[in-house]
């Protein structure tokens, strides 16, 4: 479980200013990611590996019992 991570949120906290720059991190085309709703959750393998190569920046958050229930 995560965080909900934005595509604005991970601009911010990467220090990003376009879509292009967002892009090159992940590998993939600047199409792509402008497919991303600003304020929805990033795809999951996307978290996946913020949280891989910042996890700083990009913690997991446990669940909590109620929530996995």
């Known amino acids: 479980m995560t965080d909900f991570w934005?595509?604005?949120q991970v601009r911010t906290r990467l220090?990003?200013?376009t879509d292009a720059e967002l892009a090159q991190f992940f590998g993939i085309?600047?199409?792509a990611v402008s497919q991303w709703p600003q304020e929805?959750?990033?795809p999951?393998?996307?978290q996946f590996i913020l949280h891989q190569r910042h996890p700083d920046l990009?913690?997991?958050v446990e669940a909590s019992e109620d929530e996995s229930s």
């Open 6 to 8: 934005s595509k604005r």
């Open 15 to 17: 220090g990003f200013q």
């Open 29 to 31: 085309t600047r199409s």
């Open 40 to 42: 929805a959750p990033i």
């Open 44 to 46: 999951p393998l996307r």
């Open 58 to 60: 990009f913690p997991w």
